[in-house]
């Protein structure tokens, strides 16, 4: 079945510095993929998503690439601040089932 | 955004008590909720698929007879933990895909169950 692969497992970066995470997946039918932010206690967040038939979306601080070819989408946060701090979750669906396949998640730190 | 809320935000309860917990969407209509539960430090595991209207699906290794899930309405779905034991302490979160806007999924804030 479908595997969503994500990396790295804990990124610390220092707060104005990019953070960078990536994930793969395996299913080529996969269509949708949506990026969670969930801080302690609290249900995710989405905060930003990219459809199959775009290769970029980006707001404000926050992008997101997809590359069908080769599987595989990133989440990219510029100019970092300390709420930024939290846990990033991928995710990849396809067709109409809504149903999510989820990444391990990213424990993002942004050092002050 | 859509918003989707749970009920209650934590409960604690003594071993072999049954927990109800409730999910709406509170400006959408939903004729699928999604149940996950999520260990620390872990990722979302997707428990079974609400459907209002019919039966719960459920996902492999997850005993429907412990996990009930009633999808009442089209705006509330309900997971009652039966018998709960220590083991079935957890973090459960619901969600929703808004079905006019396209693929996206809300999620509820999700509900601490600690089983004494």
């Known amino acids: 079945g479908e595997n969503v692969e994500q990396h790295p497992s804990t990124l610390s970066v220092q707060e104005g510095d990019s953070a960078v995470i990536k994930c793969t997946y395996s299913?080529?039918?996969?269509?949708?993929f949506p990026w969670y932010k969930q801080e302690l206690g609290k249900g995710p967040q989405l905060i930003i998503d990219i459809r199959s038939n775009v290769g970029e979306k980006k707001d404000q601080r926050i992008a997101v690439t997809l590359n069908k070819t080769a599987k595989h989408f990133s989440l990219h946060i510029t100019e970092t601040q300390p709420e930024d701090s939290a846990v990033y979750f991928c995710a990849a669906s396809k067709g109409s089932n809504y149903q999510l396949i989820w990444g391990a998640g990213t424990k993002l730190i942004i050092k002050p | 955004g859509a918003v989707v809320s749970q009920h209650p935000s934590w409960v604690i309860c003594k071993s072999g008590t049954s927990v109800k917990i409730e999910c709406r969407s509170l400006?959408?209509?939903?004729?699928?909720m999604f149940w996950y539960r999520q260990f620390p430090k872990q990722s979302l595991m997707l428990m079974a698929t609400s459907n209002e209207g019919s039966k719960a699906t459920y996902e492999q290794g997850v005993e429907k007879d412990k996990f009930l899930i009633n999808h009442a309405s089209l705006t509330l779905s309900t997971l009652t933990v039966t018998s709960a034991h220590p083991e079935d302490s957890s973090f459960y979160i619901c969600?929703?895909?808004?079905?006019?806007?396209?693929?996206?999924?809300?999620f509820g804030p999700g509900t601490r169950l600690t089983v004494l």
């Open positions: 400006d959408f209509q939903a004729t699928t």
């Open positions: 969600s929703a895909p808004n079905l006019g806007g396209g693929n996206e999924q809300f």
């Open positions: 299913d080529s039918a996969s269509n949708y």
